[in-house]
């Protein structure tokens, strides 16, 4: 049946406690997958997730695991294989953000931001491509990105830092990773209702004045992503490399200063 077109997949999505993170879980899950939950913190999270995908009839793993610590990475990547004995699809998902002019940016907020927008996703891929290599195995980079990899994000420089750094890994290692037959790609969300979003979704002005930038009119959803995230990793994606999927109802093309 179409809607178990990832039987037999493992796959591992980081920052999957709440959010993108965790619609993707749920929905690769959903879609026949064996997914590893990987959370920082939030081990509430995490166990929903897991109870999201098991109610779905899917296989569930719980891994806590920081991405922006290497120790952490490998623990993630040795977890699955014990587990399931292979992996198949790797979902960069967590991610972070933190507002502030950019001369008020401290050392300390940079790196954590760096760290997990883009250390993360860098390390994390390349554990899970090493055992793919050794083993002579296809895979999927799915990194969760942001049209701030492309657009503008006055007060939030080094998140858009870390997002233009995620466009260029995802091209680069399109090439590297090809003849491995390992593909690489990028989702570029717009505004999508997450906790990531909760200030926003708090300040009705900024919202409605964000909303107006949207030409479907309205926050994206968790779900809508998801579908997408689970297209990519689908073999009708097979020969789909290299490339950025914007999901913004349109906000890029339309985007303005106020
Ligand atoms: C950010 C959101 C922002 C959206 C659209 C996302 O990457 O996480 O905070 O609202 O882009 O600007």
Not at 28 to 37: F, N, Q, T
Request: hydrophobic share 40%; aromatic share 6%.
């Amino acid at each position: 049946m179409s809607d178990k077109k990832l039987q037999g997949k493992i796959a591992i999505v980081s920052g999957a406690s709440s959010g993108i993170g965790q619609g993707i879980a749920v929905r690769l899950g959903r879609d026949g997958a064996s997914v590893v939950v990987d959370y920082r913190h939030d081990k509430a999270g995490g166990d929903e997730t897991i109870r999201q995908i098991q109610a779905a009839g899917g296989k569930a793993l719980l891994v806590q695991a920081d991405v922006s610590k290497l120790d952490d990475i490998q623990k993630l990547v040795d977890a699955t294989w014990e587990k399931f004995g292979k992996a198949d699809i790797l979902v960069n998902n967590a991610g972070v953000e933190k507002g502030a002019d950019f001369w008020e940016v401290s050392e300390k907020d940079y790196d954590m931001v760096l760290d997990v927008n883009l250390k993360g996703p860098f390390f994390l891929t390349q554990a899970f491509v090493k055992k793919l290599i050794e083993k002579n195995i296809p895979g999927r980079v799915i990194n969760i990105s942001s049209v701030h990899e492309d657009m503008v994000f006055p007060h939030f420089a080094s998140y858009c830092a870390a997002k233009g750094g995620l466009r260029m890994l995802m091209r680069d290692l399109c090439v590297e990773l090809g003849p491995k037959n390992i593909t690489v790609n990028n989702i570029a969300p717009g505004a999508i209702s997450t906790p990531i979003n909760t200030a926003l979704l708090n300040d009705k002005p900024k919202l409605n004045a964000l909303l107006n930038n949207i030409p479907l009119g309205r926050l994206g959803s968790v779900d809508d992503v998801a579908g997408l995230a689970a297209f990519l990793a689908s073999d009708e994606a097979a020969y789909i490399t290299g490339s950025t999927y914007v999901i913004d109802g349109g906000l890029m093309r339309n985007y303005k200063e106020q």
